[in-house]
């Protein structure tokens, strides 16, 4: 008879441990970069029963099957809250897959590659700010890919949300109800360019002359009539202390309008429960949101891998659940090793409608993988649940230069307290002709400055 070593309970424990001492490192066995940067992936820092949902379920699942209201107490600790509600109650299932151990799976290839280039060359200035080590803007990467600090979690998070140089991600969005009834649909463009810290796009790390800026974000609506030429441009300082310049097009008045940029905290959109603050799960400054504490660690499913359409038309994913069938997003995940569960304070925003939120992130990648946050009262008010994946699907793949195209698939964004979801996908193109693009020149004049608005919206 084998005598396992390293058990459940050790890991449990080992976790338990270091939430008790206040610093929180990747890894069990051994620290986890150690092990990225000689084999390319994680496994040999965390026992069997953290890289298989087998060896944690002991058997009672595996890849390939559904978690279910039937089986789901058996990962309830790998769930956060809100999830648990919606497979227990609300008819959502979660399919299985293996544990993806190459991290070059689960990121953009050059954002990886930038990350381990530059391992160590990051810190905080006087201000807060993320600088390299002689004081200039970061330079490519996750500055803090060992993060053991909520706010270096939220640090690396904030300076590249989709970890491309430049994105357009076309976008369905579907509003449903408590009756389960889709009371809105919509069609958006989203793009965004990041003008520091750049590891693909020429000239890079930095646009010359734009080095005090952090990105350039805007989102266009095509469809329906009603909301079709609407538009709101977002230009972030790289000073985290400082709000994002906010500017909105309207068609009906056919001009530009500044609007006030600390109110981030509204949908964007009528039956919308999706807000500017939501954004990557850090949709604000960092700077701006304080008491930033990791409050609690271990593992967790994910979304992370698996979860694109290729074979679908226009990459478009089938629904389940709710009231009438089309609650939720068919959605695969895996169990990630380690996570981390980082809370954070709107100490920036006295009029905000919630006190806190909390995100949990992949320590692998620092990938948020989910959000939940609270209300005023301190009660559980709505939740952000994204997935990720490699656009490939058998023999179906996007290719972003040399390698496959990496990105968010679909999201849910769900209201508690009134029981409505907003479900998002991104698909291959919309009906105006809008379509994903990454690493392109041409989105900056096409979408990111006042001119464009002025120019999609007659």
């Known amino acids: 008879m084998r005598i396992k070593r390293y058990d459940r309970d050790y890991s449990r424990r080992h976790f338990l441990e270091q939430l008790g001492r206040g610093v929180v490192t990747a890894g069990v066995l051994s620290p986890l970069w150690r092990a990225i940067e000689a084999r390319g992936e994680g496994s040999a820092a965390y026992p069997d029963e953290l890289r298989s949902i087998e060896a944690y379920t002991k058997g009672k699942l595996a890849p390939g099957q559904e978690i279910s209201a039937d089986n789901v107490e058996l990962v309830r600790d790998l769930l956060d809250p809100v999830q648990y509600t919606q497979i227990r109650n609300m008819g959502r299932r979660l399919k299985l897959a293996p544990t993806t151990a190459e991290v070059m799976k689960l990121a953009p290839w050059e954002y990886v590659e930038a990350t381990l280039r530059n391992k160590g060359k990051a810190r905080f200035d006087a201000n807060g700010n993320v600088v390299t080590t002689d004081g200039k803007p970061w330079i490519g990467g996750n500055p803090f890919p060992a993060a053991q600090t909520g706010i270096e979690a939220f640090a690396g998070l904030t300076l590249s949300w989709g970890r491309h140089d430049a994105s357009v991600y076309a976008i369905k969005e579907c509003d449903i109800g408590a009756s389960g009834n889709i009371d809105y649909r919509y069609e958006a463009c ?52 400082e709000f994002p310049d906010l500017f909105g097009y309207v068609p009906s008045f056919r001009r530009i309008r500044r609007y006030p940029t600390n109110q981030r905290f509204e949908p964007l959109l009528p039956g919308s429960d999706l807000y500017l603050s939501d954004a990557w799960a850090a949709g604000d400054p960092f700077l701006t949101w304080g008491n930033y504490k990791i409050v609690s660690t271990g593992p967790a499913l994910a979304a992370i891998s698996a979860n694109w359409s290729g074979s679908s038309p226009n990459w478009e994913r089938k629904t389940h659940g709710g009231p009438k069938g089309n609650t939720f997003f068919e959605t695969t995940v895996e169990l990630v090793p380690q996570a981390i569960t980082v809370e954070a304070e709107p100490v920036m925003f006295p009029r905000a409608p919630i006190s806190k939120k909390q995100v949990r992130f992949d320590v692998r990648t620092m990938l948020p993988i989910g959000m939940v946050s609270f209300d005023r009262r301190g009660q559980l008010f709505r939740s952000f649940d994204a997935a990720f994946s490699l656009y490939q699907d058998g023999t179906a793949a996007v290719a972003d230069g040399a390698h496959p195209y990496w990105s ?35 989105i900056y004049d096409l979408y990111l400055t006042q001119g464009a608005m002025q120019r999609r919206g007659d």
């Not at 590891?199 to 080095?211: K, Q």
């Open 408 to 442: 968010w698939t679909h999201v849910h964004a769900y209201n508690v307290q009134t029981n409505r979801m907003t479900r998002m996908e991104q698909v291959a193109k919309l009906g105006n002709g809008d379509r994903m693009r990454v690493n392109d020149p041409d």
């Open 190 to 241: 989203w793009a965004e360019l990041s003008p520091i810290g750049r590891v693909v796009m020429e000239p890079r790390p930095y646009w010359p002359g734009e080095e005090d800026k952090l990105r350039y974000q805007a989102v266009y609506f095509v469809s329906p009539d009603d909301v079709r030429g609407s538009s709101f441009l977002n230009v972030w300082p790289y000073d985290q202390r």
